[in-house]
């Protein structure tokens, strides 16, 4: 079997699944007929058509003409791709990741076997899933316990909150007035649903050390699942800092690819939860960074700011890893995701229940429904949150 063709397209996504941004999807095809499909992450947000077009020269240069079942073989040849000894920027991280997502389904089509089966088999028959708290009113702290209920009588045991957005200048300090703030916040949330669900808080290494510790101390009586990057994650002793000064777990992962970035931080005790993000590593990649964390006795909750297909990879992973915790995901897998699928997933009362369907599980996208959305222009979306976030820093002043 050869691969002997890629098709790629930018869908732009509907409300409320991250409305205004575009999703990018893959088509690996075989001379034997059988479809892969891939997805690249968030990432490549307002550079979809550069990304696009570098999947399509690595693809030509180092995949087509290639045996899909060799996965190390080719992941290996994409990461050298640029440059034998050069570190792969993130929009090859996304391209080796679509594409060897793609890969894994074309062999589990083919072998008519699902591809946690191909990765030592299922560890769990259901995946937990959480989402974030939408649905509530930044100036009303309290409107955040009512939509947590919300989320609760739907089934969900865990969600997350961002209670604290980012401003510039990054990292920075947090205000007294900001502490008190999150701390109504999630006293809402357990005055609100108890203790009977996991709620973790949601950062993106806005903050300086010595603020993320204090926000630490000021959070840590409603027990949080997890503080999400606390600071940015490019320097591992100072999120190590962090971790050493709170009993809530820290939890990071998303910005980092392929094993070497995640050893660093598994050896500095820098974070107990590991965000991998399957898109960027790749599925057999994200396995062997699971396997790494299983020995430091850290558990993985995979990233997914992406589409059904990037999904559909990270269930794949989480039924087989013995130390998954709990999986990112939108709400309740439905509405668009659903849509563009042939064979959607099963969400209930929290979790996604495993499928036995060949490949990623999901059949085929519908590229029927994918020509019914364009994208959208990304860097205009772009600017406009950029003044949007102007306009409240300037109120916050």
Not at 131 to 152: C, F, M, V
Not at 356 to 373: A, C, F, H, N, T
């Given at each position: 079997m050869k691969i002997i063709d890629i098709k790629t397209y930018i869908v732009g996504v509907p409300p409320p699944h991250h409305g205004g941004l575009n999703w990018v999807f893959l088509k690996l095809v075989t001379d034997e007929g059988i479809e892969g499909w891939g997805e690249l992450p968030y990432f490549a947000i307002g550079r979809e058509h550069l990304a696009t077009d570098l999947v399509k020269h690595m693809a030509q240069k180092f995949v087509l003409g290639k045996d899909p079942f060799n996965i190390e073989k080719i992941w290996e040849s994409l990461y050298k791709a640029v440059h034998p000894w050069q570190h792969p920027g993130t929009l090859t991280g996304l391209?080796?990741?679509?594409?060897?997502?793609?890969?894994?389904?074309?062999?589990?089509?083919?072998?008519?076997?699902?591809?946690?089966?191909?990765?030592?088999?299922?560890?769990?028959?259901?995946?937990?899933?959480?989402?974030?708290?939408?649905?509530?009113?930044?100036?009303?702290?309290?409107?955040?316990?009512?939509?947590?209920?919300?989320?609760?009588?739907?089934?969900?045991?865990?969600?997350?909150?961002?209670?604290?957005?980012?401003?510039?200048?990054?990292?920075?300090?947090?205000?007294?007035?900001?502490?008190?703030?999150?701390?109504?916040?999630?006293?809402?949330?357990?005055?609100?649903?108890?203790?009977?669900?996991?709620?973790?808080l949601g950062t993106h290494g806005q903050f300086n050390t010595h603020s993320a510790i204090r926000l630490a101390k000021v959070l840590e009586k409603y027990d949080l699942l997890w503080f999400e990057e606390p600071v940015p994650p490019e320097n591992v002793d100072e999120m190590a800092r962090v971790a050493q000064h709170t009993s809530i777990p820290i939890a990071t992962g998303e910005r980092l690819s392929t094993k070497w970035e995640f050893r660093l931080l598994l050896e500095k005790q820098a974070a107990q939860i590991i965000q991998l993000d399957i898109g960027i590593n790749g599925i057999l990649e994200s396995k062997k960074i699971a396997g790494m964390?299983?020995?430091?006795?850290?558990?993985?909750?995979?990233?997914?700011?992406?589409?059904?297909?990037?999904?559909?990879?990270?269930?794949?992973?989480?039924?087989?890893?013995?130390?998954?915790?709990?999986?990112?995901?939108?709400?309740?897998?439905?509405?668009?995701?659903?849509?563009?699928?042939?064979?959607?997933?099963?969400?209930?009362?929290?979790?996604?229940?495993?499928?036995?369907?060949?490949?990623?599980?999901?059949?085929?996208?519908?590229?029927?429904?994918?020509?019914?959305?364009?994208?959208?222009?990304?860097?205009?979306?772009?600017?406009?949150?950029?003044?949007?976030?102007?306009?409240?820093?300037?109120?916050?002043?």
């Open positions: 391209a080796m990741g679509g594409i060897e997502m793609a890969c894994w389904d074309i062999i589990g089509k083919e072998l008519k076997q699902p591809v946690y089966k191909l990765l030592g088999g299922k560890y769990r028959d259901k995946i937990r899933t959480y989402t974030y708290i939408y649905d509530w009113d930044p100036k009303d702290p309290e409107s955040a316990g009512r939509a947590a209920t919300k989320l609760a009588e739907q089934g969900f045991t865990a969600f997350k909150i961002e209670c604290l957005p980012p401003i510039s200048p990054q990292p920075r300090e947090i205000s007294l007035k900001e502490l008190q703030y999150a701390d109504k916040v999630f006293r809402s949330i357990r005055e609100w649903v108890g203790y009977e669900c996991d709620v973790a964390a299983e020995a430091y006795y850290a558990q993985i909750a995979p990233h997914l700011y992406s589409g059904p297909v990037s999904a559909a990879a990270s269930v794949q992973l989480d039924a087989t890893c013995p130390n998954f915790l709990i999986q990112e995901g939108i709400e309740t897998w439905g509405g668009f995701w659903s849509e563009l699928l042939e064979k959607p997933f099963k969400w209930e009362k929290g979790y996604i229940i495993l499928s036995d369907e060949p490949g990623l599980g999901i059949g085929r996208v519908k590229e029927e429904v994918l020509d019914k959305y364009p994208p959208y222009d990304a860097l205009q979306m772009l600017r406009k949150r950029e003044e949007e976030r102007r306009k409240r820093e300037t109120a916050g002043d």
